[in-house]
């Protein structure tokens, strides 16, 4: 093929790609990377989900070929493209369309994470959209008199327009949980811009419904082996932003731009033999089958899950199926929305070998790859199995992959709910730690528009940054600037503090759980009872929660997690209660209660909490300071030595009166100690030398 534009070459007519006969023969049942272009039917996988009623349990799928198109909501369907009475967001993946509560049913009140919210929409809303479509413009062959962006966004650089899908997607949760209309506003204009363009990719020379602010000869590119950054990463980004734009904000011309995106990646890919292709999966290309699996979920058309089937990457995937740990030296970000995909592609089809990699691999990263906070990866990448001590680093904990690791977990989770299993709470525990320590942390408080840092690092007089292997000449003192920067990590911070509603609760058939401890209101039409959870958490080990509305029985639970130093009291309306904690000492679990809820009841559960100290695997002596959940961090201030302190252990104590603050003796100094979500503008250290 020409370096140059590809409409040089015979394009296929827009939507031409045939969907897989019905009666087609059935596939084996584990995805092979021996073929892994032979499609799993819709009806296939209604087969291997034991029917069509396992699939209408967690929101039914529409039947092959009632696709919902734009402007008209068939099969009883919302204007977001989905069955009432569930979430229906497709990322929210099967499970979680009777697991999750939509974003619009819970409200962050006063607390850290309503207030990284409200930075976060600042900047959602200043960002000027003829700004971000510049480049888009440019390569359609329009005019634009926008001032171009800087950074990853600059009109040279080959992963620019990812962020514009990232906005999409942010101002459609943002749309979808605070009810803000400027937002939907703001992302309606952006899609009208992109599908505008979209429509004149043959005239520009481009193939039937390619969208991208690059041209498409970078997949020639691609396809040939040549060097070139991540083109497929892109078009997932612009795929799940149509899809959030769809679903979420109700913008209906997103689904007609995300169909045509869709059906120009299937022609695309559909050319290419099975050894050419996963030479083309050697290069990152994000979540890009998830969000096809996503939009199959819409559509039912069954072209985009042979498609999404098609981005198996046999040499990552094949070993996690196995149970196999060879995460070392993987590059972490480029890898773990492979495994997302994966666990979509194990809900839309049946496959174990699917839910097989994705459970391996969250123990395999959880267990054996992963730092204190939550976080992995040094430099970027996994080290070897076990290595904590011997990778810290200025460069640990990049910002993405704590946001896939979260993605990830909250979709295993849901997945036990929908199979009437009582929530893992060492799910819940683990996204605890990483949400409050790690991704709470990455955002600026000192800035309006909430700046979002790419690495949180763990050495020895760590400081939050600007990535200054990627910007050397950068403020030190900064982690992100307006129009400037444009990392990946700036990008998915634009959905990471938009959405720390959505696991907050959970619901099944009887009741609803309590996942996590944070200030908010949940609405719950299925019993038509609100409920609030007040707590100055973590800071406060009480958890309150209150009927606020409405009055019905049901089932409800409150996490118990591993780290609770002793049983926790519980109190109904003031009243000590007993008998209702399901869990072992040390062990995750639950507070269940079932009563007839009624307006006014209040239910009071106090966590205790305890120091403790948690050793690297591979140097016992290299030991972090936990207290609960939270990960504290020395207080360093303008300076500190890059040689890791030595702690007094027994010297560590917790400040009276003073919200989460301790001290202790480092190299026979004092040294004050708090959240490492806290430590800003400072250097700060994790990881100590204890004798």
């Known amino acids: 093929m020409s370096r140059g534009k590809t409409g040089e070459d015979s394009p296929r007519p827009a939507g031409s790609a045939p969907a897989p006969a019905e009666d087609s023969q059935p596939a084996e049942d584990a995805p092979s990377s021996a ?64 697991a999750a509560f939509p974003l619009g049913s819970v409200r962050l009140l006063d607390s850290p994470f309503r207030n990284n919210q409200t930075r976060n929409t600042n900047y959602l809303l200043f960002l000027d959209p003829d700004r971000m479509l510049h480049t888009f413009r440019l390569n359609y062959g329009q005019p634009s008199s926008a001032q171009a962006c800087g950074g990853w966004e600059s009109p040279g650089v080959e992963v620019r327009g990812h962020t514009t899908g990232h906005l999409l997607s942010g101002l459609a949760i943002t749309y979808a949980n605070t009810g803000s209309e400027t937002a939907r506003a703001r992302g309606e204009y952006l899609v009208s811009q992109l599908a505008a363009l979209q429509a004149l990719a043959t005239s520009a020379g481009y193939s039937p419904g390619y969208l991208s602010a690059f041209p498409e000869y970078y997949f020639d590119w691609l396809e040939q082996g040549r060097p070139v950054w991540s083109p497929y990463y892109m078009i997932h980004k612009y795929l799940a932003g149509m899809i959030d734009q769809y679903q979420l904000a109700g913008v209906r011309q997103a689904l007609g731009v995300a169909t045509a995106l869709a059906d120009w990646v299937d022609w695309r890919t559909s050319r290419l033999p099975y050894e050419q292709m996963q030479s083309v ?66 809900e839309e089809t049946g496959s174990q070998k699917y839910r097989d990699i994705a459970e391996n691999f969250w123990q395999i990263v959880t267990g054996h790859h992963s730092y204190v906070i939550g976080g992995s990866g040094d430099h970027e990448h996994w080290q070897a199995p076990g290595v904590i001590a011997a990778a810290l680093s200025n460069y640990t904990c990049e910002g993405c992959v704590s946001y896939n690791m979260l993605k990830l977990t909250r979709l295993l989770y849901f997945g036990e709910l929908y199979f009437g299993q009582q929530g893992r709470a ?107 959870q007040t707590t100055g958490f973590p800071d406060d080990p009480v958890v309150t929660i209150t009927i606020v509305s409405g009055a019905a029985p049901m089932v409800l639970r409150v996490r118990i997690p591993s780290w609770a130093a002793a049983k926790p009291q519980v109190r109904l309306n003031g009243a000590v209660i007993t008998g209702v904690v399901r869990a072992a000492p ?92 806290r430590a800003q503008h400072q250097h700060f250290t994790v990881y100590w030398q204890t004798a």
Not at 427 to 454: A, I, K, V
Request: aromatic fraction near 10%.
């Open 426 to 532: 060492d799910l819940l525990d683990y996204y605890e730690r990483t949400l409050f320590n790690h991704m709470l942390g990455t955002q600026d408080p000192g800035s309006p528009h909430g700046f979002n840092c790419y690495y949180t690092g763990l050495s020895a007089g760590a400081f939050k940054q600007q990535p200054l292997n990627y910007f050397p000449n950068g403020n030190p003192d900064v982690y992100s600037t307006d129009y400037d920067d444009f990392t990946c990590d700036n990008a998915t911070g634009l959905e990471t503090q938009a959405k720390f509603a959505d696991t907050i609760y959970s619901r099944d058939s009887r009741g609803v759980y309590v996942n996590l401890f944070i200030p908010s209101e949940v609405r719950c039409a299925d019993q038509n009872i609100t409920l609030r």
């Open 281 to 346: 999966l050697g290069v990152e290309f994000g979540g890009l089958p998830e969000a096809l699996a996503n939009l199959y979920s819409i559509t039912g058309e069954e072209r985009y899950l042979a498609t999404a089937q098609r981005f198996y990457h046999a040499a990552f995937l094949d070993p996690l199926a196995a149970g196999e740990d060879q995460l070392e030296g993987a590059q972490c970000n480029v890898s773990t929305p492979k495994v997302i995909a994966a666990l979509r592609m194990w």
């Open 35 to 98: 073929d892994p272009g032979r499609p799993i039917t819709r009806r296939r996988a209604i087969a291997a989900f034991g029917g069509a009623a396992a699939l209408a349990a967690g929101g039914m799928l529409l039947a092959s070929g009632d696709t919902a198109e734009p402007g008209g909501y068939g099969n009883g369907l919302t204007a977001g493209g989905y069955v009432p009475a569930s979430t229906g967001y497709a990322p929210d993946g099967t499970a979680g369309r009777a």
């Open 586 to 677: 040390g062990a995750a679990g639950w507070v269940v209660i079932n009563r007839c809820w009624r307006p006014g009841d209040s239910l009071e559960v106090t966590l205790p909490m305890r120091l403790a100290f948690s050793p690297a695997p591979d140097q016992p002596s290299v030991q972090a300071v936990t207290y609960g959940p939270v990960v504290l961090s020395g207080a360093y201030g303008s300076g500190a030595s890059t040689t890791m302190p030595v702690l007094d252990t027994a010297s560590v104590r917790r400040v009276p009166a003073q919200a989460m603050t301790f001290q202790a003796v480092a190299d026979g100094q004092p040294v004050t100690m708090i959240p490492v979500a």
